[in-house]
């Protein structure tokens, strides 16, 4: 459970910055070199590394060099923490509001209303 | 764009802690006076305070003072914010793996092979 709330913490803080979900939405497209990403950044290098190095610790990314390029991918299971977190919240969200109508029309006049 | 580029930060960064996700959790079963929120929660009120904040600016919760009790409720529309987002960046992957895969299919040789 602590690595699961951790695993969280990493994808929410490193999806929190425009710049790595701009290079998360690139490599969506699939794998670049660190060159291509940093292209249409307008930033120094090492700003784009850091920001590579909070994507890889997140795990939503991993890279690998051959030779002297080092070419980024996207690890779309990182996607899955957070999309089964937010679905938990969501049902028991729903659930609550599900009580809540059936209560509402469980009530003799209101019930009666509510149904036409 | 702006605007959504800046709430996706917004909602990002206030899912990437847990006290502030467990509040969210327990709003998720019903509005909440602040005492009652920050009873399972072994803090200092001021620390409280300070991640409802946070909360209340990302839009995931709202708050209301009914004489000397701080109502809070879950704004659930801010989920969709982010799922959205993820929505989009998932069906870009997924396009790209389809073509790979029409790609991979329309080879001669490999295409037979993974038909079977």
């Known amino acids: 459970m ?6 969280l913490d990493r994808v929410f803080h490193a999806l929190a910055d425009p710049t790595r979900r701009a290079i998360v ?8 070199s660190v060159g291509e990403l940093a ?25 690998e060099k051959i030779g002297r390029v080092r070419t980024c991918h996207l690890e779309p299971i990182a996607f899955s923490t957070i999309e089964h977190w937010i679905g938990r919240q969501r ?5 609550r ?3 809540l109508e059936a209560y509402v029309k469980s009530l003799p006049d209101k ?4 149904g036409k």
């Open 2 to 7: 602590t690595n699961y709330s951790a695993a």
């Open 25 to 32: 939405q690139r490599l969506c497209r699939g794998p670049a």
């Open 39 to 63: 292209k249409p950044l307008s930033m120094a290098l090492p700003t784009i590394l850091q920001h590579l190095q909070v994507l890889e610790s997140s795990r939503l990314i991993r890279s």
């Open 91 to 95: 049902m028991v969200w729903e659930q």
């Open 97 to 99: 509001l599900d009580r």
């Open 111 to 114: 019930g009666g209303k509510h």
